[in-house]
């Protein structure tokens, strides 16, 4: 159990980390 529990947490960290660079450019897009 624990290591589907490890592993959802990894990608829930990857996907946060994308969706917080997408939203960067994004914003930055907006900037400009």
Do not use: I, K, P
């Not at 624990?2 to 959802?8: F, I, N, P, R």
């Not at 990608?11 to 897009?29: K, Q």
Request: charged share 40%; net charge negative.
């Amino acid at each position: 159990f624990w290591e589907g529990a490890e592993q959802m947490r990894s990608r829930l960290t990857v996907s946060n980390s994308a969706f917080s660079d997408s939203a960067e450019l994004l914003r930055e897009d907006r900037d400009r």
